[in-house]
């Protein structure tokens, strides 16, 4: 298990040493003078089936924070689609700039011929910074591209799916750790309401949850004040509050040991990936402050479970009731932890990690 934080991408042993730690299988580097497009498509292991995972666009602050991000995000996406019980691998993709002002039709067009060289290896969806629509311009030169408009024949949005999986997860760790998974009356911290956290707020709101929120976008803030009566907070006193559960449901790295020693909540359950800045300290250190932690790239899986139906041919309530599934995974995971005396993310790992070494081995076999 790597920790990839510590790790310098780009040392001085080379990338190639670097793809060898963390396991991966291809990196690939995608440049266009053209239409500005810089990208890269990073697949981990595809033992189980094509990698796929969503295309991220971002204005990173180096190429470095680019390529740590991509490598941390493929191998999420290997687990998640592991222990979902998906024939998947894992694989992610990062398109380097602001999507506000390089945003084009060439640039995803141009970016979906790179992904079309892979052979179908890799399979790309939408991501923080892209959507639906930039998918269908990846579409017109690659098949390998789903989370296409439902006019398309495509699963539209998955950040519902993703929202009520979270959901999910987030009840199936109350039960754990308070005997039901009634949310009636529980303070919840959402930090982060995009188009996931956003559909998470509307099902909290619904069973009657106490809500508070932050987020950098002030309309956002104001719309689910309006919405939800969700009470604003800044980011850093989110932390802090003495609360029941904290969903993070923004970008990675939120959980580290500055972080985890303001928490006052029980649970920490939230749709971001890569929550943990440090995968074995700092889930140790939320099982040492008895906060129960559901795995990020367990509970956030729906989006993922929700594409991949597309493969063959889309059904939402397929997508749904596969989802469903999540909450029983939850609570076998954190009876598992409590068995073993060990934290949730080293349980979760060893699980997804052991379906993959099966199915190798049974493929050597044949």
Do not use: W
């Not at 053209?34 to 602050?61: D, E, Q, W």
């Not at 999986?165 to 303070?187: E, F, I, P, Q, W």
């Amino acid at each position: 298990m790597i920790d990839v934080k510590e790790k310098t991408i780009l040392n001085d042993a080379g990338i190639f040493d670097t793809m060898t730690e963390f396991e991966h299988e291809q990196i690939m580097f995608c440049s266009d003078n053209a239409s500005g497009l810089k990208a890269i498509i990073a697949i981990h292991n595809t033992v189980l089936g094509p990698g796929l995972g969503g295309t991220r666009f971002y204005n990173y602050k180096s190429e470095n924070d680019a390529i740590k991000d991509v490598l941390r995000l493929s191998r999420g996406m290997t687990y998640k689609a592991s222990i979902s019980g998906l024939n998947l691998g894992g694989a992610k993709a990062i398109i380097i700039g602001d999507p506000n002002r390089i945003k084009s039709e060439a640039l995803f067009r141009r970016f979906g011929r790179f992904i079309d060289n892979l052979g179908g290896k890799y399979i790309t969806a939408e991501d923080v910074g892209t959507t639906t629509s930039d998918m269908e311009y990846i579409s017109m030169e690659t098949q390998h591209v789903v989370g296409l408009p439902e006019i398309k024949g495509g699963g539209g949005d998955p950040s519902p799916v993703t929202a009520y999986g979270v959901y999910l997860g987030m009840k199936a760790a109350a039960k754990h750790t308070y005997g039901n998974d009634s949310l009636n009356g529980k303070t919840i911290a959402v930090q982060g309401i995009g188009k996931v956290g956003y559909n998470l707020i509307e099902l909290l709101h619904k069973e009657g949850a106490k809500i508070y929120v932050t987020d950098i976008n002030e309309d956002n803030l104001k719309k689910a004040n309006t919405d939800f009566n969700a009470i604003s907070v800044n980011n850093e006193d989110i932390f802090s509050l003495d609360i029941d559960i904290f969903a993070p449901c923004a970008m990675g790295a939120v959980l580290n040991s500055n972080t985890i020693n303001k928490l006052k909540c029980s649970i920490v359950a939230g749709a971001a990936n890569n929550q943990l800045e440090n995968e074995d300290e700092h889930g140790s250190m939320l099982k040492t402050k008895d906060i129960v932690y559901v795995p990020d790239f367990l509970i956030n899986a729906g989006g993922l479970i929700n594409v991949y139906s597309e493969v063959n041919g889309y059904n939402k309530k397929i997508a749904f009731a596969q989802t469903e599934k999540i909450y029983y995974t939850v609570l076998d995971i954190l009876s598992k932890a409590e068995k073993e005396n060990t934290h949730t993310q080293k349980a979760a790992i060893a699980i997804a990690e052991n379906r993959i070494k099966q199915i190798m081995q049974l493929k050597s076999t044949i």
